[in-house]
């Protein structure tokens, strides 16, 4: 497609659930960023990626988040033991290297995750 | 840590009006800046950006104002439109890393017909 996909569009776990959400980059974006947007506010990065390679991961909250991009496109994120608190959107974004993060930057439409 | 924040969570307009979002922004070491619009149910899509070098950058229907003296952004749409509604983000990034962007947390623009 010729777009960022993401997948699934809405997910609901239960507490204590482990989830893991997907980012189909558009293809030849060797950069791929992901933030977490909670309700109201803006989104917040939590990962990136250069290819196959997970350059900064200073945003991700806790141990129990975990991305990665094994063959430098697609990427999945993973929550393991999910809390209340990681309810939000998360947002995929890609990029062709030294691309502005202007009109440089592509985003998905999210995947919208409620934890009960 | 440094954060671009917002004045104004809520903007309405009447239709045919000028709207005008204004941010404030604290990262000195940032030297490119974004507006993003997000409509309900998608990611944020590119409006308008201005490097630092600027202090005025004109698209269709859009100008970004940058006072770096006082660290101020605004976002300045002319002849509001209903499809302008939405949420809109101001920005930061910094050129010499991998554009890593920094959002606030933004002005839900209200366009009454």
């Known amino acids: 497609g010729a777009g960022v996909s993401q997948s699934p569009r809405y997910k609901v776990a239960k507490r204590g659930q482990d989830v893991a959400l997907r980012c189909d980059p558009i293809?030849?974006?060797?950069?791929l960023f992901w933030y977490q947007q909670a309700l109201g506010q803006g989104p917040e990065f939590l990962t990136y990626?250069?290819?196959?390679?997970?350059?900064?991961k200073s945003g991700l909250p806790s141990d129990r988040f975990f991305a990665e991009r094994p063959e430098g496109s697609v990427s999945t994120l993973k929550i393991q033991r999910t809390q209340q608190e990681d309810s939000a959107v998360y947002l995929c974004?890609?990029?062709?290297?030294?691309?502005?993060?202007?009109?440089?930057?592509?985003f998905g439409s999210g995947t919208r995750l409620t934890v009960v | 840590g440094e954060s671009v924040g917002l004045h104004l969570p809520t903007l309405s307009v009447q239709e045919g009006d000028n709207s005008i979002i204004n941010c404030a922004y604290s990262n000195s070491a940032s030297d490119y800046f974004i507006w993003y619009k997000q409509e309900s149910g998608k990611g944020p899509q590119f409006i308008i950006d201005i490097r630092s070098n600027m202090d005025k950058r004109q698209g269709q229907r859009v100008t970004v104002l940058l006072n770096k003296t006082v660290k101020h952004l605004s976002l300045q749409i002319a002849a509001t439109q209903p499809g302008d509604s939405a949420v809109y983000f101001c920005a930061e990034s910094y050129s010499g890393g991998y554009q890593k962007v920094t959002f606030g947390t933004g002005t839900k623009l209200q366009v009454i017909p």
């Open positions: 990626f250069q290819n196959e390679a997970q350059l900064d």
């Open positions: 974004a890609s990029s062709l290297p030294r691309q502005g993060a202007g009109d440089g930057y592509t």
């Open positions: 293809s030849g974006h060797v950069s």
